[in-house]
């Protein structure tokens, strides 16, 4: 697991610009957190729902990639439930079922008080090549 963490950790510029920290990962699982900042606010001063969405997707990414094998977003869902506006969100991924090509999982964004900020639903499709086989475009 050590080299799965290490590999999103150093490979995955998206999740490094929104300030997400990989936490933990496990088979079919992931934590992470993220420090709410001004740049995640929105308009009216709550964090953009792009932010949650970033931050479920992510733990989403590395729980279903934790096996090894390259897995994609086939479909994805999210519902908001309560706005959060400073302070650290958390995340955490659970694989819910894994057959031959399809896996599913359920996130879970919590803010620090344990809160259940938003739940995501994501669906990953297994390519055949090795996660850590993967080269850096150049």
């Known amino acids: 697991m050590d080299k ?7 490979n995955d510029q998206f999740a490094k ?3 997400i920290e990989l936490l933990e990962v496990s088979p079919g699982g ?4 993220m420090k709410i900042e001004k740049q995640h606010l929105n308009g009216v001063w709550v964090v953009h729902g ?17 096996h090894g094998k390259i897995a994609v977003a086939v479909n994805v869902s999210i519902s908001f439930l309560k706005a959060a ?3 650290y969100l958390f995340a955490e991924a659970k694989e819910i079922s894994r057959g031959h090509k399809l896996s599913n999982y ?3 964004v919590k803010d620090e008080k344990g809160d259940l900020v938003a739940m995501f639903q994501g669906m990953a499709y297994q390519k055949k090549g090795d996660l850590l086989d ?5």
């Open 4 to 10: 799965i963490k290490r590999f999103f950790s150093e």
């Open 17 to 19: 610009l929104s300030g």
């Open 30 to 33: 992931a934590k992470t957190k």
């Open 50 to 66: 792009g932010a949650v969405f970033t931050l479920a997707d992510f733990t989403f990414a590395v729980a279903s990639n934790s």
């Open 85 to 87: 506006r400073e302070g």
């Open 106 to 108: 359920q996130v879970e």
């Open 134 to 138: 993967c080269a850096k475009p150049t």
